[in-house]
């Protein structure tokens, strides 16, 4: 791998370091929406939402498309759901074995 494709790796961990941004692809999952019900899901003020909308906009994960006035996003990059079901997953395995070590302690 060349120094540009870790930079394109780095740049996409960098678009969903952030956990406003997790918050709209999660509430993204289950389809489209319009920035006003996205600001209302995610209890965040309009200029936050637009502002990562768009920074996950240019990382190519979301879309929008026009309708009159309203704009609706939606992930165009169906590999986070992939992605999002991974560290979940591991993260749910690492904590319940962080709680079976500590209502046994004396197995460690």
Do not use: W
């Amino acid at each position: 791998m060349t120094g540009g494709g870790f930079r394109l790796i780095s740049e996409r961990f960098k678009a969903l370091s952030e956990p406003m941004r997790l918050r709209l692809i999660y509430a993204l999952m289950d389809g489209e929406k319009t920035v006003g019900e996205l600001v209302e899901e995610t209890d965040s003020l309009q200029a936050n939402v637009s502002k990562h909308l768009g920074i996950l906009l240019d990382a190519g994960i979301l879309g929008r498309r026009k309708e009159g006035l309203r704009a609706y996003y939606r992930i165009t990059d169906e590999t986070i759901y992939e992605l999002c079901d991974l560290v979940c997953s591991s993260l749910e395995h690492r904590l319940a074995a962080e709680l079976q070590s500590l209502s046994n302690p004396r197995q460690n």
